[in-house]
């Protein structure tokens, strides 16, 4: 799969190839933060397949925390477009929402860290559910 996507102002672009590694509806607590208060979509795929185009992330990761993600987003406009966590090396998380095609994502896989979901998210019947990680 070859796809592109970028920030809402258009400072920050890339073009991402591979096979998707992973989908899925994050509702830890962390992500809430980053949406604004909805679930997290994400699509892993492989680093090796990943560049950006156009700009360059600015990046955050928690000083106070071991195994701490890296956060990558526009610094003009906060767009979120990628995480690197040290449990997924050689993998980003693409933001679904950064896509030029959301479309491609065609739903998660998994719903993880429902232990931490509001009553206001939804997941889609069939999806299986998991309080953390699975595993």
């Not at 920050?12 to 509702?27: E, I, P, T």
């Amino acid at each position: 799969m070859d796809f592109e996507g970028g920030c809402y102002c258009g400072s920050v672009r890339y073009k991402a190839s591979g096979d998707a590694l992973f989908k899925g509806q994050c509702h830890c607590r962390e992500c809430q933060y980053i949406t604004g208060g909805a679930a997290n979509l994400t699509m892993a795929i492989p680093e090796a397949g990943f560049t950006y185009t156009k700009g360059a992330p600015k990046k955050f990761t928690r000083t106070d925390i071991e195994n701490a993600v890296t956060r990558e987003f526009c610094g003009d406009c906060g767009t979120s477009l990628g995480t690197r966590a040290p449990g997924l090396p050689g993998a980003i998380l693409l933001k679904v929402g950064s896509f030029d095609d959301p479309a491609i994502f065609e739903g998660p896989q998994v719903a993880i860290y429902t232990c931490d979901k509001q009553p206001f998210h939804v997941i889609a019947d069939g999806v299986p559910c998991f309080e953390g990680l699975p595993g």
